[in-house]
């Protein structure tokens, strides 16, 4: 660990003498603060990756030590009020699976990757879906899920939700019980939740 990461908060102890002992704490031991204005961790780049897209950059909010914790801890949190109980959790590849793998951790389910296509080593089960222009294909392993696996699908951000949407029919088609969303982000004005199953959803950030 890197001092920056101690220096900046300190744990102080009067002694019986009345002296004063300081010591440093890791970041890690803090309490998770009450609120924090994560959209402000959010970076906006305007016309990547093409003219026209403002992209939601995660990356600023993922390298600021406390955000990435209250980040994990509210999904966790707001999961817990939704009374959503899961087996597995879902990550879409691949901004879904640095959400997705803490957020399995916290709620004490299994991870699964869904991948692009052709990344899975063993036997798979995929499903095509349209973009903007042409198709995709996302995959998961056969041996990952069950008929009545319950999972919860989790992704960086919603768009038009047809990414989302393309991996409920997948885990919903091998027979799973979904029974959940969760984005960071959800850009509204876009209506993806209206695509999707009519399930908990859950998002941190709108726009
Ligand atoms: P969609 O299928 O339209 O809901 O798009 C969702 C996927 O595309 C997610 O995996 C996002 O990471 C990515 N995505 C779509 N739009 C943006 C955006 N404006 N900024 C960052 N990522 C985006």
Request: hydrophobic share 40%; glycine share 8%; proline share 7%.
């Amino acid at each position: 660990m890197e001092t920056g990461d101690w220096d900046s908060y300190e744990f102080k102890l009067i002694t019986p003498h009345s002296s004063l002992l300081t010591f440093p704490i890791p970041h890690s031991l803090l309490p998770t603060p009450h609120f924090m204005d994560l959209k402000s961790l959010v970076r906006d780049i305007p016309d990547f990756p093409k003219p026209g897209i403002l992209f939601r950059d995660i990356t600023t909010l993922l390298r600021d030590p406390e955000g990435l914790r209250y980040t994990i801890d509210f999904l966790t949190q707001k999961c817990n009020e939704a009374e959503i109980t899961v087996d597995y959790v879902i990550g879409i590849e691949s901004r879904g699976f640095i959400f997705g793998s803490p957020l399995a951790y916290k709620l004490g389910a299994g991870f699964i990757p869904v991948r692009k296509r052709g990344k899975l080593p063993a036997a798979i089960h995929s499903i095509e879906y349209e973009l903007e222009y042409g198709t995709d294909c996302l995959e998961v392993h056969q041996d990952a899920l069950h008929q009545g696996s319950r999972v919860l699908i989790v992704d960086d951000l919603i768009a038009t939700g047809g990414t989302a949407s393309a991996t409920a029919k997948l885990v919903q088609k091998i027979g799973c019980e979904l029974v959940g969303f969760g984005f960071i982000i959800e850009l509204r004005d876009l209506q993806g939740r209206a695509y999707l199953p009519d399930v908990p959803i859950i998002s941190l950030i709108e726009y």
